[in-house]
């Protein structure tokens, strides 16, 4: 978010070469994000990413950030 501090809170969980997280980020709107001038305002949304590990390496992933909740509240 424009060169904010995160702060994540994770949800972690594997099985076999499958990772799943849960995650919610929080932080302060502090620069610009995808055009939008920095607001100063608190902001938490959450986010479900999904790995597929080959080879030691991530193979593919999946994310679903809820960006709704974010651009609504930096809106």
Do not use: N
């Given at each position: 978010?424009g060169g904010?501090?995160?702060?994540l809170?994770?949800?972690?969980?594997?099985?076999?070469?499958r990772?799943a997280?849960?995650?919610?980020r929080?932080g302060?709107?502090r620069?610009e994000?995808?055009?939008i001038p920095?607001?100063?305002?608190v902001?938490?949304?959450?986010?479900?990413e999904?790995?597929?590990?080959?080879?030691?390496?991530v193979?593919?992933e999946?994310?679903?950030?809820?960006?709704?909740?974010?651009y609504?509240?930096i809106?």
């Amino acid at each position: 978010m424009g060169g904010s501090v995160l702060r994540l809170t994770l949800r972690l969980h594997c099985k076999r070469f499958r990772v799943a997280i849960r995650m919610t980020r929080r932080g302060t709107h502090r620069g610009e994000f995808q055009g939008i001038p920095a607001t100063g305002r608190v902001v938490a949304y959450q986010s479900h990413e999904f790995y597929r590990i080959a080879g030691g390496l991530v193979a593919e992933e999946w994310i679903r950030s809820d960006m709704a909740t974010l651009y609504q509240q930096i809106g």
